[in-house]
């Protein structure tokens, strides 16, 4: 312990023999330090911050969902200290009137990408953060300047979320427009198109009255013909059984022929009242056909019990059922021939269609085809109508209703000192290095000298034993001056001190200034 005690007395007794220059080492790092200190430019800072509300009840409502406008809020975080906005802050502040050109201007922007920091401390609050140091403005100037900086940030902060999500919104509906009316001059196209088609191919289309079903339909009516042709033709031939088995005319008797003249004139009125009721249709088991049989076998047996040439003197007269006979007939003639006719006309509208049946298929598919294509086109237009309406109530709600909310909580700072450099705290680090420094040099000096401090170390070093030192003495006149030269380092010591006390009050003063 007495060693470590010596040798510290030693290295202070070196240190204390070169104290001049210990001194002037410290005066000479001190006055440089102080001078490098002195040229760094102030730094002033100016912090705001902003809360952000983001209402949700109508926004949901419309499809605006909190993760989207999260989204947009990073979204104009990270934009924020876009090239395009700083310089927007540059023309907007005092950094305008140092900018003469397009490089001056980006070295303006880049200089603002340092000192301006956008931070999220919640979820919806922001702290905005810029630094202002231009070498061509004063202190009072830079504390200004960081205050607008701030505050031009915040402007643009809404700017972005206001009139950026207006302009999108717009652009957008802009863009969708000129789309539909594509789509839409596309959709009337097609339109039009099929229209043509279906005109130019309207009994070849599949649906009502396509070719297989007017076959289909052709071919029940021809069903339907022949049916009623077959049953006209057949009552047509009975018509001509009964025509070819009744008389044309019959004889009428005179006044003196008696009854059997009498049974001549009734079988024929019997026989003619069968015919007509044969030709309403009516059958062999009829009643009334019945008794009109048994009627006409009676008046047969009397016209064969009349003596032959009795009646001479009657005259025969048309027979009336023949005529009505021959009327059915020639109704039921044209009956068959209408039914024929119609039967032909139909056959030859089948072949016709079976011949453009083949063409049906590809008059199908290409029919299919166009509206396949027109629902394409009408699904897309449905749809992006659909989008714009939606885009277009979302911006509605979003610019109208102020789905976001922007509340300044605390506004823009203004700096009464500076943030950098701590000049009080690297004056005073300079003079304790610059001391530092001096009494470095003084103890280096003396670990360079060959001379010993001590009687010990002589003898340590010499290996031979040291009888004895002798003290330094000193006559009046030396310690007049020895005590001169300490006040004279007295003096400058305290200089050093008082000069860094002096540069303490001119900060001080200067801050002050621009409070």
């Known amino acids: 312990m007495n060693g470590l005690y010596d040798e510290f007395r030693v290295a202070l007794h070196s240190v204390w023999n070169r104290r001049w220059l210990a001194l002037a080492v410290a005066w000479g790092f001190c006055l440089l330090g102080w001078l490098v200190v002195a040229l760094i430019p102030n730094s002033y800072e100016s912090k705001a911050r902003v809360f952000v509300e983001m209402q949700s009840i109508l926004s949901d409502k419309v499809g605006i969902e909190s993760r989207d406008r999260k989204k947009n809020m990073d979204r104009v975080q990270e934009t924020l200290a876009s090239t395009i906005n700083l310089e927007k802050v540059v023309r907007g502040t005092d950094l305008n009137l140092s900018v003469s050109s397009d490089r001056e201007l980006a070295g303006k922007v880049e200089m603002l990408r340092k000192n301006i920091e956008v931070k999220s401390e919640k979820d919806n609050l922001f702290e905005i953060t810029a630094k202002a140091s231009a070498s061509n403005l004063s202190d009072a100037e830079n504390a200004i300047l960081s205050r607008e900086i701030v505050q031009k940030m915040i402007d643009i902060f809404v700017e972005e979320n206001l009139s950026g999500d207006r302009d999108e919104t717009t652009q957008t509906l802009k863009f969708l427009d000129a789309q539909l009316a594509t789509r839409e001059k596309a959709l009337q196209e097609a339109e039009q198109k099929r229209v043509q088609f279906e005109t130019e191919n309207l009994g070849l289309l599949p649906g009502v009255g396509s070719i297989s079903q007017r076959i289909e339909a052709s071919r029940a009516e021809l069903s339907q013909i ?87 003197s009657g005259f025969r007269t048309p027979n009336p059922a023949y005529s009505s006979l021959q009327s059915m007939r020639a109704e039921r003639q044209a009956s068959v021939a209408a039914l024929q006719a119609r039967k032909n006309a139909i056959q030859a509208d089948m072949a016709q269609l079976a011949s453009k049946q083949s063409l049906e298929p590809g008059v199908a598919a290409e029919m299919a085809r166009i509206n396949r294509d027109y629902d394409v086109l009408k699904t897309q237009y449905d749809k992006m109508l659909q989008d714009r309406e939606q885009i277009k109530l979302r911006g509605q709600v979003e610019s109208e209703t102020d789905s976001i909310k922007f509340k300044v909580i605390d506004p823009p700072s203004s700096p009464r000192s500076p943030a950098a450099p701590n000049r009080p705290l690297l004056l005073a680090m300079v003079l304790f290095v610059g001391l530092g420094s001096g009494v470095g040099a003084a103890f280096a000096m003396g670990q360079l000298q060959t001379s010993y401090p001590t009687s010990a170390k002589l003898e340590k070093a010499s290996g031979l034993p040291v009888i004895g030192s002798v003290s330094q003495i000193l006559t009046s006149g030396e310690r007049v001056i020895r005590q001169k030269k300490m006040r004279l380092f007295y003096s400058a010591g305290g200089a050093l001190v008082g000069v860094f006390a002096l540069l303490m009050v001119v900060e001080f003063i200067q801050r002050g200034m621009v409070a």
């Open 226 to 312: 022949e049916s009623q042709l077959g049953s006209a033709s057949s009552s047509l031939a009975a018509l001509n059984g009964q025509l070819s088995g009744t008389p044309a005319t019959i004889a009428t008797p005179g006044f003196s022929a008696g009854n059997s003249g009498g049974a001549r004139g009734q079988l024929a009125q019997a026989q003619g009242r069968l015919a007509s009721a044969r030709a309403r249709g009516w059958t062999d088991s009829h009643p009334d056909i019945i008794a009109m049989k048994s009627e006409i076998t009676a008046l047969r047996a009397q016209v064969a019990a009349q003596p032959k040439g009795s009646g001479s």
